[in-house]
């Protein structure tokens, strides 16, 4: 398995509050994500990132910042947490092959985020 | 936009029956395929991949998939399941209008072996 950390794997909050979200990678990949898995849906891309400081926005980022300030770090805030923004969330990481064809994405564990 | 279509939504198979999960995708131009399984409470993981040459590709755990690209079909198959083959599976899709930089997916299939 790629080495790709999230952190805390799981969350409980208050209608409100802020939330941060943390993916760790040791795979010094160049592009890093964020999704959200919820029933019905499959897979959607929140923000992602194709470099340290340059992120963009995904089709769900209402609601949602990011920040990459290290390679290796990629983090999720949600600035005032709503009940709509309970899922799991899942940080996946890229990098070009050799032919310069972006390759698969490897997934993290996930972090499962209940907002009340 | 880029869309993909998963029309299974559940599945239910026996052990030993073959399967075939349908994937649709909706832009024309020049497109890398892959199909993720996720097993119970666990992070996706990468059944196979398709970036070009032979259409039929094939992937871990037995598992193949055929890219029919005048059909814009990715179809994920294999010939005999096993429990174990008990999972969601997601076709996704990354397009050259974005730069290959941004997966789509389609909504899962719920794959359920009874032994």
């Known amino acids: 398995d790629a080495g790709i950390t999230q952190s805390p794997r799981h969350k409980v909050t208050e209608t409100g509050t802020p939330v941060t979200l943390r993916c760790h990678q040791t795979e010094n990949h160049r592009y890093m994500y964020w999704y959200r898995q919820d029933p019905g849906h499959g897979l959607r891309l929140i923000h992602y990132s194709y470099g340290v400081k340059d992120t963009d926005k995904g089709e769900v980022s209402d609601g949602y910042s990011v920040s990459r300030s290290k390679t290796e770090d990629f983090l999720l805030t949600l600035e005032s947490a709503t009940s709509s923004q309970t899922s799991v969330y899942f940080c996946?990481?890229?990098?070009?092959?050799?032919?310069?064809?972006?390759?698969?994405?490897?997934f993290g564990p996930g972090t499962r985020l209940t907002v009340l | 936009a880029q869309s993909v279509s998963q029309h299974n939504h559940h599945v239910i198979l026996s052990e030993a029956a073959s399967l075939e999960l349908g994937c649709n995708y909706s832009y024309g131009g020049t497109v890398n395929l892959f199909w993720y399984v996720q097993y119970p409470g666990q992070h996706l993981q990468l059944l196979l991949k398709?970036?070009?040459?032979?259409?039929l590709v094939k992937g871990i755990k037995g598992f193949e998939a055929e890219f029919i690209k005048s059909k814009f079909s990715f179809n994920l198959r294999k010939p005999s399941v096993q429990w174990s083959d008990t999972a969601e599976y997601f076709c996704?899709?990354?397009?050259?209008?974005?730069?290959?930089?941004?997966?789509?997916f389609g909504t899962g299939t719920r794959l359920l072996v009874s032994p």
């Open positions: 398709y970036f070009s040459g032979d259409p």
């Open positions: 996946a990481i890229s990098d070009r092959t050799g032919t310069g064809v972006k390759g698969e994405q490897f």
């Open positions: 996704a899709v990354n397009a050259g209008n974005t730069g290959f930089q941004k997966l789509v």
